[in-house]
């Protein structure tokens, strides 16, 4: 793109971001609810009073009420403003990673759906059906789009069905093993239909890695709980490790593999 046209362009993709983050945490509220994401309108979470359009600009309106709802006065929770300036940094950051490129767009995509799941899995311990199983259509979809044109995709259209099959087979085996051997659910649903959606997106090779990273990352946070002294029965969301992987493998797939390869063949 022309260089007088970049600033403009960045600063669309911040606001765009914060819009969505807005957005986003509208559907972290509702969805673990099962209320509609589109009806009612906004609504301030502590007293139901329908929030304004001047109620509703990102970070700005937090901001400038101080944190409290314009009608009860009651505190809103700094996680909102927090989640519109992550999604906004996310997009900033993989547009500074792949560049003013098709892929920019899947990959936008994939990462709010991906902050919406972690933030969702973190409160609830849920990763709503609605955007895992959502989230396995669109991305062979996108990743079909190879068979028109290579713009969009991130990864080849086969590689992507296997990447959905193995990654939900996967973890339910592990988890049917993990069930036999010690007669606890070690893992929810929710995170096989995750790990097949990440597989649907980014393919099975980098869906296999992102599952490493998730592995080692949680054993890693696992090992530290117990040496603190918590609850051996302290459960700990897989869910948002997976997202941690996934980011990883769709912002940085050359580092980890050769990091991978490094690690195998020193
Ligand atoms: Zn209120």
Redesign the pocket.
């Known amino acids: 793109m022309p260089t007088t046209l970049e600033p403009l362009a960045w600063t669309l993709l911040a606001v765009i971001g914060l819009l969505v983050g807005s957005f986003l945490n509208v559907v972290i509220h509702r969805l673990p609810r099962h209320e509609s994401i589109v009806f009612p309108g906004s609504?301030?979470?502590?007293?139901?009073?329908e929030l304004r359009p001047w109620d509703n600009i990102p970070v700005l309106s937090w901001l400038s009420l101080r944190g409290?709802?314009?009608?009860?006065?009651?505190a809103?929770s700094g996680r909102y403003p927090l989640v519109e300036i992550v999604a906004a940094l996310l997009a900033i950051l993989a547009a500074w990673v792949i560049g003013w490129h098709g892929q920019l767009l899947p990959a936008l995509i994939l990462l709010w759906a991906l902050l919406a799941l972690t933030l969702i899995d973190l409160e609830t311990y849920l990763l709503p059906d609605r955007i895992t199983k959502s989230g396995m259509v669109l991305g062979l979809l996108i990743n079909a789009s190879a068979f028109l044109t290579q713009d969009f995709a991130l990864t080849r259209p086969l590689d992507a069905l296997l990447g959905l099959v193995l990654g939900y087979g996967l973890l339910r085996g592990l988890a049917e093993i993990y069930l036999r051997l010690s007669g606890r659910e070690g893992m929810g649903h929710g995170d096989f239909k995750l790990l097949g959606m990440i597989g649907a997106w980014l393919g099975w090779q980098d869906m296999f890695l992102a599952l490493f990273l998730a592995a080692l990352s949680g054993g890693l946070v696992a090992i530290v709980f117990l040496a603190s002294g918590k609850g051996r029965d302290y459960a700990i969301p897989f869910g948002p490790y997976l997202a941690l992987g996934a980011a990883t493998m769709l912002l940085w797939p050359q580092v980890v593999i050769e990091q991978f390869l490094h690690l195998a063949a020193p």
């Open positions: 609504h301030c979470p502590l007293c139901g009073h409290r709802c314009r009608y009860c006065q009651g809103i």
